[in-house]
Structures are given as structure tokens and as C-alpha cells.
């Protein structure tokens, strides 16, 4: 059963730009969980999705980031006008339905530089 | 979500147990104490969950006391490669929600 799978693993751009991070969950989980690290700072939970639905959005900027689920295909987290702040890591978890919520599965995180 | 609080750092030598200590005095009855660990450039992952006594798995044992107002994470025998922080979480766990990570542990480990 392959774990969860973040692409692209590094990701450049230059400010003003879209950054688009993708994450497919392990096979049978039906909840994703979007989280940020910056430099030396622990992780910041940013959004909690179900197929179709955000639960929790608590976490995210309310500008210029949006995240999704859709029916089929991975979740999206999609940053508009990226700026250096934005500068971090960004990590996808996964949890299966029903099952321990604390008990989170991750992936390798997508690593996110704008110049 | 009870707030926790562990040491910024410890330091250990291989070979050694290491104990790293959780406080959460407002824990719920409810609530379950789970703890993580984080390697340099990688993501979390899960070490080991309990919710009262001793549990024991592969990797490490956490000891809760009765009044489940702290926990202890052990480490068996460490080795270089523990190197990491680790982080402890506690919070109902009835249905799938955010984790809320704190600051956690930075161990590391000497030759």
C-alpha cells in the first residue's frame, strides 16, 4: 500500500506566480489534511477536506489560497500571487474513514521557494 | 484541545533510554495522548497512541499515570537515527479533525 504521495517534491517560482501542490492520499483514505512549516517553525494545519467537501478551512489565509478535494484525482492546494512569505513546506495528510483522526498519515511534503 | 507542555530539547548519548515527559493538565476525559515524530525535511509520523496505563509497540512505550495529567514517551536503546523532534498531542478522537502540533522535543543523539 503505497504511503501518501506529494508532487512535485521541490517547487520554484518567482512572485506574482500560481503554485499549484497536489496530493493523492493512501488508498482508502477519504480524508486529507493540509498543513505548513515554515524555516525552523513547527507545522500549521491550514485545511481539512472530505471528498467534495471542506470541513475545516480554519487555517488558511483568506486570500489567495484555495484547496480541494475532488471526486476523482488528488487534492490541489493552490496558492495565487505567490510572495516570499509563502516561502515553506507544505505537507498532506491522510486518515481513513472512521478510524483514529490523531493517527494521520503524511507525506513527504512539497517544498515551496519564491524568488 | 488541552494544551501541552514538553521540554525545547534533550540531548542523549546511543545506546540510552530516553524519556521525554508531556504535560497537559487540562486533558479531557475523552482525549487520547498521541505522540509523533519528525526527521529533518521530512513529514511527521506517528509513533505510538494511548489513552491510560502502559502501551507498547515496536518503537517506543508511553506510560500515562492514573490522573492522565502527563505522559511519558520512552525511547529504548537509541541510536543516531532518533535524531528528531518529537511531538505530543492530545485531544478527542472520536472523529477525524486537525492536529494542532505544538513546539515539541528536539532530541538529538551523540556517538
Known amino acids: 500500500n503505497a504511503g501518501v504521495m506529494q508532487n512535485p517534491r521541490h517547487l520554484v517560482r518567482r512572485r506574482g506566480q500560481e503554485a499549484r501542490l497536489r496530493c493523492s492520499p493512501m488508498?482508502?483514505?477519504?480524508?486529507v489534511y493540509w498543513y505548513r512549516q515554515l524555516p525552523e517553525e513547527g507545522l500549521k494545519f491550514m485545511v481539512y477536506l472530505q471528498k467534495e467537501n471542506i470541513i475545516d478551512e480554519s487555517g488558511m489565509p483568506k486570500e489567495r489560497f484555495s484547496a480541494e478535494f475532488p471526486k476523482e484525482g488528488p487534492s490541489i492546494l493552490r496558492i495565487q500571487q505567490v510572495v516570499r512569505g509563502d516561502s515553506a513546506a507544505y505537507f498532506c495528510?491522510?486518515?481513513?474513514?472512521?478510524?483514529?483522526?490523531?493517527?494521520?498519515?503524511f507525506g513527504p511534503g512539497t517544498r515551496l521557494t519564491v524568488t | 484541545l488541552a494544551k501541552t507542555t514538553q521540554p525545547i530539547s534533550m540531548d542523549s548519548y546511543e545506546g540510552q533510554e530516553v524519556n521525554i515527559t508531556c504535560s497537559h493538565n487540562?486533558?479531557?476525559?475523552?482525549?487520547?495522548i498521541t505522540w509523533y515524530q519528525q526527521f529533518p525535511s521530512q513529514g511527521p509520523r506517528f509513533i505510538i497512541q494511548?489513552?491510560?496505563t502502559k502501551v507498547t509497540n515496536e518503537v517506543a512505550s508511553l506510560f500515562i499515570p492514573a490522573d492522565r495529567k502527563s505522559s511519558t514517551l520512552s525511547l529504548p536503546r537509541v541510536s543516531l537515527s532518533d535524531t528528531a523532534v518529537y511531538y505530543c498531542?492530545?485531544?478527542?478522537?472520536?472523529?477525524?479533525?486537525?492536529?494542532?502540533f505544538g513546539s515539541g522535543t528536539r532530541l538529538s543523539i551523540r556517538p
Open positions: 495528510a491522510s486518515s481513513p474513514e472512521g478510524r483514529a483522526s490523531y493517527e494521520q498519515y
Open positions: 494511548g489513552y491510560k
Open positions: 487540562n486533558i479531557a476525559t475523552n482525549d487520547y
Open positions: 498531542l492530545v485531544g478527542e478522537d472520536s472523529s477525524a479533525s486537525k492536529i494542532i
Open positions: 488508498k482508502g483514505h477519504s480524508h
